[in-house]
């Protein structure tokens, strides 16, 4: 039943509720106006000023109590966060809690239109100033007009009118009943991993079917703690924590108030060098050039220094990626320990704590049921190493994607979320396997928004991308993970032209740095391995100094195409292998099957790794059911007048 709406320049640029409306206007009245010069020179100050639908809240005394950790509120100081806040916050606190801190309503210049952030130019300890495309960022931007024309203010306003949409149709409302499927598959993979250890016969199958069992457990037990973190079940703050707690740190020793710190901060500064802990994973990982800057993290507050250790393991991140993910669930646990034993913002300390030392307690007690230590190990080893399969599919989202913004002022939320996000293509009897994670884009466009109705969602998200041009990422799982493959091994291949030259290298970014352009050129002019060095990955990470760009333009366009041509004719190769295969071979639910069981067996055989993934991408011609292929769509602008159709 289709339900159209017509989209209008007449439509306001907040979509709040009419009560929410009449209040912050009863509010606004009282108040002072402010300009953006007054907003600067008041945030100079030492203010935490952040403008929610025209009203300056003043959040000094605020931040210290945000349910969503105080980074949160940091990374918006000086910025227009009403998207941020509205899709992070359920309506009732911009009813009764939000206008409580205004203290001046927001006076914009009538010359500017959709201004995210009015402190880019300033100085922050936690700004989210994100990079742009001049600073020496980390992947080349194609050109592309779409990406540096977007019309910001339209897509704000369809954005806000599309929030309204799902929120007047019931999107938004908690589906319980999909819960109750959830909650007995995780009854069942409990069932089978505590049955094997305690009753199942002496064998090492025994053991390596109750490692899988437990991996899949915790993966699918994370996908409901994400939905408690963001309040998806029952949309109450404190129960949803309460449960939450249970769930992760309980029955899987991991800190649910740690993740949503991490999360929420994640969401807010998407794929921001800087300010994301999601893509700062120094020394094992870079997913940008910039890295290689020893950056200082806002989130860790120290630098990520990138030192002998880093340069070792980001030149070969490609092929130590999967090997890397079968450690990860460790690193989670002491991040964890690290949050509650040293954080200052843990309000939930004392229950964490205790959740956490039974999680310990009864793991040790069914550990101690298994008779050998290779048996012990054997377990130990399938049940962390498959739960890699979480890892991959949380980094599959935004490791390849876009991490510098092409207008840092002006871009809107919707639009940064699209540009770092992509989604993975999924039939509907595998959305258990994703767990929400397949609709990145969606999710991180509503993240409050029930996982089982962002199917629904996703052909709305693609015509807003397509009425202004955004594009919108889409792979199957096996495409995604060689195009995130293939951007590792490139920010890796920077890293290999250098390794050896650190010297070089070091005087080349200080260079850089401190603007001795001319300095750059002799040096670069004039060293002796000027020549071994003309390779087009090192002068794309070395595009920002002096070099003569005429004599080296001709040079670097041509590998660049070379290399990206090859790329090509390999994809191209095994698309149509798949193709043939496709012919004679079994249907595609099984075929789709197959896929899913891949990883499954490939994680724990890492040596069997790359012929396993060779093995899925030939298969990966007919495994979606939807018939679908990856694609990266473009999407042509649209006019204004047409409307947002539910399926």
């Not at 899709?87 to 210049?109: G, K, L, Y």
């Not at 070099?547 to 041509?565: C, I, M, T, W």
């Not at 990856?630 to 947002?644: D, I, K, L, M, N």
Request: hydrophobic letters at 40%; a positive charge; aromatic letters at 12%.
């Amino acid at each position: 039943m289709p339900s159209c709406i017509p989209l209008s320049p007449s439509i306001p640029a907040a979509s709040s509720p009419a009560k929410e409306l009449s209040l912050a206007d009863r509010r606004r009245a009282k108040l002072p106006p402010c300009t953006a010069g007054e907003l600067r020179k008041r945030i100079s100050n030492g203010e935490y000023l952040v403008v929610i639908d025209n009203l300056v809240c003043k959040l000094n005394g605020f931040v210290d109590k945000h349910p969503g950790g105080p980074l949160a509120i940091m990374h918006m100081v000086g910025h227009d966060a009403t998207d941020e806040f509205t899709s992070m916050h359920p309506r009732s606190v911009a009813e009764t809690v939000m206008p409580r801190w205004a203290v001046a309503r927001f006076v914009p210049d009538s010359k500017q239109t959709c201004v995210s952030s009015y402190v880019e130019d300033m100085t922050l300890p936690f700004s989210a100033a994100r990079s742009s495309m001049t600073d020496g960022s980390s992947r080349p931007q194609p050109s592309n007009s779409n990406k540096e024309n977007l019309d910001y203010a339209a897509i704000q306003r369809d954005y806000r009118e599309l929030e309204k949409y799902l929120h007047e149709n019931g999107f938004y409302q908690y589906g319980y009943g999909d819960y109750l499927y959830e909650a007995m598959r995780y009854v069942a993979l409990f069932a089978v991993a505590v049955g094997l250890i305690l009753f199942g016969p002496l064998s090492a199958w025994t053991y390596l079917l109750a490692g899988i069992a437990t991996a899949m457990l915790w993966q699918q037990l994370a996908f409901f703690a994400h939905d408690l973190g963001h309040n998806e079940l029952t949309g109450r703050r404190e129960f949803d924590m309460v449960l939450g707690i249970c769930v992760a740190d309980l029955l899987g020793g991991l800190s649910v108030g740690w993740w949503k710190k991490n999360h929420n901060t994640h969401h807010i500064v998407t794929n921001d060098v800087d300010n994301d802990p999601d893509i700062q994973h120094l020394p094992f990982f870079a997913v940008s050039t910039r890295f290689f800057e020893s950056r200082y993290s806002t989130y860790y507050k120290r630098v990520m220094e990138f030192d002998a250790a880093a340069r070792f393991f980001v030149s070969a991140q490609d092929k130590l990626y999967y090997v890397v993910m079968c450690f990860a669930r460790y690193n989670l646990y002491f991040l964890s320990w690290s949050y509650l034993l040293m954080s200052d913002y843990a309000p939930y300390r004392e229950l964490e704590i205790g959740c956490i030392c039974a999680f310990f307690v009864w793991f040790s007690w069914l550990l101690s049921h298994i008779p050998t230590w290779g048996y012990l190990a054997l377990y130990m080893t399938v049940s962390h190493s498959i739960s890699a399969i979480l890892h991959i599919q949380i980094t599959l989202s935004h490791f390849a994607m876009s991490t510098e913004s092409p207008d840092p002022a002006h871009e809107c939320f919707a639009a940064r979320q699209v540009r770092t996000t992509m989604d993975v293509i999924c039939s509907p009897s595998f959305d258990w396997f994703h767990g929400g994670l397949q609709y990145q884009i969606e999710h991180h466009l509503f993240p409050r928004l029930p996982r089982h109705k962002l199917r629904r969602v996703q052909p709305l998200v693609k015509d807003l991308c397509r009425r202004h041009g955004m594009e919108f990422k889409e792979f199957s799982f096996v495409d995604g993970n060689i195009y995130t493959l293939q951007w590792l091994g490139e920010v890796a291949s920077r890293v290999k032209l250098c390794n050896g030259r650190k010297e070089h290298q070091d005087k080349a970014i200080a260079a850089l740095r401190m603007g001795f352009e001319k300095a750059a050129r002799t040096r670069a002019l004039h060293g002796s391995h000027y020549r071994r060095l003309r390779s087009t990955a090192f002068w794309s990470f070395f595009c920002c100094s002096a070099l003569p760009k005429r004599r080296l333009k001709s040079s670097a366009r041509r590998q660049h195409r070379r290399k990206h041509s090859i790329c090509t004719s390999s994809l191209a190769r095994s698309r149509s292998a798949a193709q043939k295969l496709s012919q004679g071979l079994c249907s595609t639910k099984l075929a789709e099957a197959v896929l899913a069981v891949v990883p499954l067996l490939a994680l724990p055989l890492l040596p069997l790794l790359p012929l396993l993934l060779f093995l899925g991408a030939v298969l990966q011609g007919f495994v979606s059911a939807s018939g679908r292929q990856s694609h990266t769509y473009v999407f042509p602008r649209a006019s204004a007048s047409a409307g947002f159709v539910d399926p």
